[in-house]
């Protein structure tokens, strides 16, 4: 069984098309920055796709403190 749906992996190659042109931006409304890193660039693809009710797997918890 697919991890991730197909529609959910073109959401991630329009991210990472995006991030080659240098309009992908990070943060809440796109006000950060561009986005440099190609993991990053993953992230917020499969982010768009959850999004969109897509089927991507959860997102793994991040630990608060360090």
Not at 26 to 46: C, D, E, H, N, P
């Amino acid at each position: 069984m697919a991890k991730y749906s197909r529609s959910a992996g073109k959401d991630v190659k329009s991210a990472m098309k995006r991030r080659k042109k240098g309009t992908l931006k990070s943060g809440k409304g796109g006000k950060a920055g561009t986005v440099k890193s190609r993991k990053q660039a993953i992230a917020i693809g499969l982010s768009e796709a959850r999004k969109k009710g897509k089927k991507v797997p959860k997102r793994k918890s991040r630990s608060k403190s360090k």
